[in-house]
């Protein structure tokens, strides 16, 4: 079975600094890879997905992942945080056997500090 | 993009009633939902697939004659919370598949259960 495991429950970082947000998983064949953002009254928002291919990934609103297999990571990179990406993140995995369910980690919260 | 509500966005009732809430995707069709809960601090854990036209599929664990799913249309999903109790206070968050991106989901708000 997959899992998800997000080491960090709470990060706060400074406007303008660059984040990380780490994300490992468990998965015996190669997972597909999904970073959401989730904001106060609003649903799950996806970020990116990794399927396959570049391991280094491209999302919306300036967020980038990287795939790293050796150390079954999928960390969340951005090089400058806006006050408005204060939320809640969640990684997830994904199998083709499994169709279309999602395993989610327990979220990290961000918090940006002025 | 794509949009699923939920209504209510949060619901306060008493021990031993009933609530149902509904999940809705307004500009496209689901034929399969997931219903999920989400405790303080903690992940999203899968309860159910909604299907369409069928039986929905429950994860392990998960009470079948307690948690009520009806998917009734292509795009209107409920979950009824049977002779509630105060454990089943929670969040809960439907989703419907993203047509076209494997694996990704439009999420619904979520809805707030509190029971008395």
């Known amino acids: 079975a997959q899992s998800v495991t997000q080491p960090d429950i709470h990060i706060t970082v400074s406007e303008g600094a660059s984040l990380e947000l780490r994300c490992n998983y468990s998965y015996g064949a190669t997972p597909y890879l999904f970073w959401y953002v989730q904001s106060p009254g609003q649903g799950l928002q996806l970020l990116l997905k990794y399927f396959s291919g570049d391991t280094l990934v491209q999302g919306i609103k300036g967020f980038e992942a990287e795939f790293k297999r050796s150390q079954s990571s999928f960390n969340l990179r951005k090089p400058s945080v806006h006050w408005s990406d204060a939320a809640e993140y969640f990684c997830?995995?994904?199998?083709?056997?499994?169709?279309?369910?999602?395993?989610f980690g327990t979220g990290t919260r961000l918090a940006v500090r002025p | 993009g794509a949009v699923v509500s939920q209504h209510p966005s949060w619901v306060i009732c008493k021990s031993g009633t009933s609530v149902k809430i509904e999940c809705r995707s307004l500009d496209f069709q689901a034929t399969t939902m997931f219903w999920y809960r989400q405790f303080p601090k903690q992940s999203l854990m899968l309860m159910a697939t909604?299907?369409?036209?069928?039986?929905?599929?429950?994860e392990q664990g998960v009470e079948k004659d307690k948690f009520l799913i009806n998917h009734a249309s292509l795009t209107l999903s409920t979950l009824t919370v049977t002779s509630a109790h105060p454990e089943d206070s929670s969040f809960y968050i439907c989703?419907?598949?993203?047509?076209?991106?494997?694996?990704?989901?439009?999420f619904g708000p979520g809805t707030r259960l509190l029971v008395l």
């Open positions: 997830a995995v994904g199998a083709k056997s499994s169709g279309d369910k999602l395993t």
């Open positions: 909604s299907n369409e036209g069928s039986k929905a599929t429950y």
């Open positions: 989703s419907a598949p993203a047509g076209g991106t494997w694996g990704a989901q439009y």
